[in-house]
C-alpha cells in the first residue's frame, strides 16, 4: 500500500480505535473519555489532514516549541540536526542513573570485562524500544499515556498508570538515595544520607523550575550534566589504564566463561537497569516540544529521521560511559578479596575502613564502597571526582523521573493541573518513602537495594513496551508510519526478548522474599491483577495489527 490514497495520508483517516467506544479497549461509556466535540473532529478527515492533531494535546513543555529551519535541499543538515536534538540526550539519562553505575561496577567486579557485551546490546534493545517510541509522539502528536486514555478502558487504565507510578517511585529511589550517597562523599560524612534526601528535594524542585526558562537551556543544562559525568568517569578510566584489548574482547564477543550464577543474574540485572518503562513515556512526551508539520507526511518522516539519529548518538554517549564504569572496576578490583581491598585502605590511612570487612571473600562492590576503593587506590581526588558523578547522574536522573510522571499523571488522568502543583505531587509521591527508608537503614543496606529496585521496575516493563510496539503496529494510529512486517518483527523479538530476560531476573530475586503465608496471598491477589492486565493488552496487540482496511474509493 502506497500510503498515500486519493490524495490523503492513510493516517489522515478516521481512527475507531481513538476513542474508547469502540475496539477492544472500548469501556462505551464517555466516563474518563474525550469530549463528543473531540469525537467529531476525531472521525472527520476532511477537516484536517490529520484529525488525531485536532484531540486534546496541551502538555508539559507544549507551551514552548522548538521552530526547525526551513531548508531547500532535502539532503542531509546539520542546522535540523541541532534543532532537534535535546530528547534523546534527556531520556539518555536513565541509562545512566545510579542504578546502571551500579550494574556497571559490579559487573566489572564479578566477571571482569565479560559482560560488557550485554551492556552493548541492551543499549541496542534499549535505543530501538526508545525510537518506537519517539515515533509515536512524532506521527500522532500525542505521548505514550495520552494514547493509552484513548486507547484502554478505564480500569486497566488507572492500573497501567498505577504501575507506571511504583516504577518511578522505584526509580526515583535509586537516584535519590545515589545523589545522597554522593553528598555523604563528598562532605566527608557531614552531611548524614536521610539529610541529602532532604537536599535533594530542594534542589530538584528548584531544577525543575529552569524550564521557565526555555526548553533550550534546560537542555543545555542537562547536556552539562552528562558532560559531568563523562569527564567524572573518564577521569577514572584513564587513571586507572585498563586493558583495552580484553575490553574490546569483552565488547565484541559474546560469553561469560567461568561465570558464576551471581554475574549472569548481574548480566540480567544490566538488561532491567538500561530499559525502564517509565522512559518509553517521557520520549514520546519530549519529541512533541519541536514544531512539526504533520499536515505533510515528508516532514513527519523528516523528523522521524532525525530524532533515530539523535537518539542514537545519545545513547552511543551513555554507552561508553557505561563501559568506563565497568572497565574501572573490571581492571581493579577483579580478583581481590575484601582483605585485599581493606589492606590498600590501610595503606592509604582510610577514614572509611568500618565499610570494608576484613575477610577472605572475594570483593563485592556498590557505588559507595566503589568510590572510596577509588580513592583508596588512586587517591583520595579520585573518590570526591567519584562522587560528583554520581551527585551529576542522580540529580539527573531524579529531574527526568519527575518529568515522566507528569506525563503520565496528565496522560492517564487527563489531569490539567498548573506545573507547581504537578511537580510537588511528583516529587512527593516519590520522596516520602525514599527518606523513610533513609532515616531508618544504613548506608549499606541502602547502597545495596539496588537489585530490589531493578526488580521492581522489570515488573512494570510490560505496561510500556506492549503498547509501544501496538500502538506503532497499528495503522489506524500510525497510518503510512505504522511498523511493517519486518519492523514489527524486530520490535515483537525486541520485546518478548526483554520481557523474557526480566522475567529470569524477577523469579531470582522476588524467590527470596516470597517466605511469609501474608506476603504469599498479597503477592497471589497482585499477580492475578497483573496477569489478567498483561493478558489484555497482549490481546490488544494482537487486535491492533489488524490490517487497515482500504477506504472506499470516491463516486465522483
Given at each position: 500500500?502506497?500510503?498515500?490514497?486519493?490524495?490523503?495520508?492513510?493516517?489522515?483517516?478516521?481512527?475507531?480505535?481513538?476513542?474508547?467506544?469502540?475496539?477492544?479497549?472500548?469501556?462505551?461509556?464517555?466516563?474518563?473519555?474525550?469530549?463528543?466535540?473531540?469525537?467529531?473532529?476525531?472521525?472527520?478527515?476532511?477537516?484536517?489532514?490529520?484529525?488525531?492533531?485536532?484531540?486534546?494535546?496541551?502538555?508539559?513543555?507544549?507551551?514552548?516549541?522548538?521552530?526547525i529551519p526551513d531548508t531547500d535541499s532535502n539532503s542531509f543538515s546539520f542546522r535540523k540536526l541541532w534543532a532537534f536534538t535535546g530528547p534523546g540526550f534527556l531520556i539518555s539519562i536513565a541509562f545512566l542513573d545510579p542504578g546502571n553505575i551500579q550494574c556497571d561496577l559490579q559487573a566489572g567486579t564479578s566477571s571482569r570485562y565479560q559482560l560488557l557485551w550485554v551492556v552493548l546490546w541492551s543499549t541496542v534493545l534499549g535505543f530501538y524500544i526508545q525510537w518506537l517510541s519517539a515515533r509515536l509522539g512524532v506521527v500522532t502528536g500525542l505521548h505514550l499515556a495520552e494514547v493509552c486514555y484513548r486507547q484502554y478502558g478505564k480500569w486497566p487504565r488507572v492500573f497501567i498508570w498505577l504501575m507506571m507510578e511504583i516504577a518511578i517511585i522505584g526509580s526515583d529511589m535509586q537516584e535519590v538515595i545515589g545523589t545522597a550517597i554522593a553528598l555523604y562523599l563528598l562532605s566527608n560524612k557531614l552531611i548524614p544520607v536521610w539529610a541529602g534526601v532532604l537536599i535533594t528535594v530542594v534542589d530538584t524542585f528548584t531544577f525543575l523550575m529552569?524550564?521557565?526558562?526555555?526548553?533550550?537551556?534546560?537542555?543545555?543544562?542537562?547536556?552539562?550534566?552528562?558532560?559531568?559525568?563523562?569527564?567524572?568517569?573518564?577521569?577514572?578510566?584513564?587513571?586507572?589504564?585498563?586493558?583495552?584489548?580484553?575490553?574490546?574482547?569483552?565488547?565484541?564477543?559474546?560469553?561469560?566463561?567461568?561465570?558464576?550464577?551471581?554475574?549472569?543474574?548481574?548480566?540480567?540485572?544490566?538488561?532491567?537497569?538500561?530499559?525502564?518503562?517509565?522512559?518509553?513515556?517521557?520520549?514520546?512526551?519530549?519529541?512533541?516540544?519541536?514544531?512539526?508539520?504533520?499536515?505533510?507526511?515528508?516532514?513527519?518522516?523528516?523528523?522521524?529521521?532525525?530524532?533515530?539519529?539523535?537518539?542514537?548518538?545519545?545513547?552511543?554517549?551513555?554507552?561508553?560511559?557505561?563501559?568506563?564504569?565497568?572497565?574501572?572496576?573490571?581492571?581493579?578490583?577483579?580478583?581481590?578479596?575484601?582483605?585485599?581491598?581493606?589492606?590498600?585502605?590501610?595503606?592509604?590511612?582510610?577514614?572509611?575502613?568500618?565499610?570494608?570487612?576484613?575477610?577472605?571473600?572475594?570483593?563485592?562492590?556498590?557505588?559507595?564502597?566503589?568510590?572510596?576503593?577509588?580513592?583508596?587506590?588512586?587517591?583520595?581526588?579520585?573518590?570526591?571526582?567519584?562522587?560528583?558523578?554520581?551527585?551529576?547522574?542522580?540529580?539527573?536522573?531524579?529531574?527526568?523521573?519527575?518529568?515522566?510522571?507528569?506525563?503520565?499523571?496528565?496522560?492517564?488522568?487527563?489531569?490539567?493541573?498548573?506545573?507547581?502543583?504537578?511537580?510537588?505531587?511528583?516529587?512527593?509521591?516519590?520522596?516520602?518513602?525514599?527518606?523513610?527508608?533513609?532515616?531508618?537503614?544504613?548506608?549499606?543496606?541502602?547502597?545495596?537495594?539496588?537489585?530490589?529496585?531493578?526488580?521492581?521496575?522489570?515488573?512494570?516493563?510490560?505496561?510500556?513496551?506492549?503498547?509501544?510496539?501496538?500502538?506503532?503496529?497499528?495503522?489506524?494510529?500510525?497510518?503510512?508510519?505504522?511498523?511493517?512486517?519486518?519492523?514489527?518483527?524486530?520490535?515483537?523479538?525486541?520485546?518478548?526478548?526483554?520481557?523474557?530476560?526480566?522475567?529470569?531476573?524477577?523469579?531470582?530475586?522476588?524467590?527470596?522474599?516470597?517466605?511469609?503465608?501474608?506476603?504469599?496471598?498479597?503477592?497471589?491477589?497482585?499477580?492475578?491483577?497483573?496477569?489478567?492486565?498483561?493478558?489484555?493488552?497482549?490481546?490488544?496487540?494482537?487486535?491492533?495489527?489488524?490490517?487497515?482496511?482500504?477506504?472506499?474509493?470516491?463516486?465522483?
Amino acid at each position: 500500500m502506497s500510503g498515500i490514497l486519493n490524495g490523503t495520508s492513510l493516517y489522515s483517516e478516521s481512527y475507531p480505535l481513538l476513542s474508547n467506544d469502540t475496539g477492544i479497549g472500548g469501556s462505551g461509556t464517555n466516563e474518563g473519555t474525550i469530549s463528543n466535540i473531540t469525537k467529531n473532529k476525531l472521525y472527520s478527515a476532511e477537516k484536517s489532514p490529520n484529525p488525531i492533531q485536532n484531540a486534546p494535546k496541551q502538555t508539559y513543555f507544549a507551551d514552548e516549541k522548538i521552530a526547525i529551519p526551513d531548508t531547500d535541499s532535502n539532503s542531509f543538515s546539520f542546522r535540523k540536526l541541532w534543532a532537534f536534538t535535546g530528547p534523546g540526550f534527556l531520556i539518555s539519562i536513565a541509562f545512566l542513573d545510579p542504578g546502571n553505575i551500579q550494574c556497571d561496577l559490579q559487573a566489572g567486579t564479578s566477571s571482569r570485562y565479560q559482560l560488557l557485551w550485554v551492556v552493548l546490546w541492551s543499549t541496542v534493545l534499549g535505543f530501538y524500544i526508545q525510537w518506537l517510541s519517539a515515533r509515536l509522539g512524532v506521527v500522532t502528536g500525542l505521548h505514550l499515556a495520552e494514547v493509552c486514555y484513548r486507547q484502554y478502558g478505564k480500569w486497566p487504565r488507572v492500573f497501567i498508570w498505577l504501575m507506571m507510578e511504583i516504577a518511578i517511585i522505584g526509580s526515583d529511589m535509586q537516584e535519590v538515595i545515589g545523589t545522597a550517597i554522593a553528598l555523604y562523599l563528598l562532605s566527608n560524612k557531614l552531611i548524614p544520607v536521610w539529610a541529602g534526601v532532604l537536599i535533594t528535594v530542594v534542589d530538584t524542585f528548584t531544577f525543575l523550575m529552569l524550564d521557565k526558562y526555555g526548553l533550550r537551556k534546560l537542555e543545555l543544562f542537562f547536556a552539562i550534566l552528562i558532560g559531568v559525568m563523562a569527564t567524572s568517569f573518564g577521569y577514572e578510566f584513564f587513571v586507572v589504564t585498563p586493558d583495552t584489548t580484553e575490553l574490546m574482547k569483552g565488547l565484541l564477543i559474546p560469553g561469560c566463561s567461568g561465570c558464576d550464577s551471581h554475574s549472569l543474574l548481574i548480566g540480567v540485572g544490566i538488561v532491567g537497569a538500561i530499559i525502564m518503562p517509565h522512559n518509553l513515556y517521557l520520549h514520546s512526551g519530549l519529541v512533541k516540544s519541536r514544531e512539526i508539520d504533520h499536515s505533510k507526511p515528508a516532514k513527519v518522516k523528516e523528523a522521524n529521521m532525525y530524532y533515530f539519529i539523535e537518539t542514537g548518538i545519545a545513547l552511543a554517549v551513555s554507552l561508553v560511559i557505561n563501559v568506563f564504569v565497568l572497565a574501572v572496576f573490571a581492571h581493579g578490583v577483579f580478583g581481590k578479596t575484601n582483605h585485599e581491598v581493606r589492606e590498600i585502605c590501610i595503606a592509604a590511612n582510610s577514614s572509611y575502613l568500618e565499610t570494608i570487612q576484613d575477610d577472605n571473600q572475594m570483593a563485592e562492590m556498590d557505588i559507595y564502597k566503589g568510590g572510596i576503593f577509588l580513592g583508596c587506590q588512586f587517591g583520595v581526588a579520585a573518590m570526591y571526582i567519584w562522587a560528583v558523578g554520581i551527585l551529576a547522574a542522580g540529580q539527573s536522573s531524579t529531574m527526568t523521573g519527575c518529568y515522566a510522571g507528569q506525563f503520565a499523571m496528565e496522560g492517564f488522568l487527563n489531569l490539567k493541573w498548573c506545573r507547581w502543583k504537578r511537580v510537588l505531587f511528583t516529587r512527593l509521591v516519590a520522596i516520602l518513602p525514599t527518606f523513610s527508608i533513609a532515616f531508618y537503614s544504613n548506608i549499606d543496606e541502602l547502597s545495596g537495594m539496588n537489585d530490589m529496585l531493578n526488580a521492581v521496575m522489570s515488573l512494570q516493563l510490560p505496561f510500556a513496551a506492549i503498547p509501544t510496539v501496538a500502538f506503532t503496529s497499528d495503522p489506524r494510529i500510525m497510518g503510512e508510519f505504522a511498523n511493517g512486517r519486518l519492523m514489527r518483527t524486530l520490535a515483537l523479538s525486541c520485546m518478548f526478548g526483554v520481557l523474557g530476560i526480566n522475567a529470569t531476573f524477577l523469579l531470582f530475586q522476588v524467590a527470596d522474599l516470597i517466605d511469609n503465608w501474608l506476603i504469599q496471598i498479597g503477592v497471589l491477589i497482585y499477580s492475578t491483577f497483573y496477569v489478567t492486565i498483561c493478558t489484555y493488552l497482549v490481546a490488544h496487540m494482537i487486535n491492533s495489527m489488524r490490517p487497515s482496511p482500504m477506504p472506499k474509493a470516491s463516486s465522483s
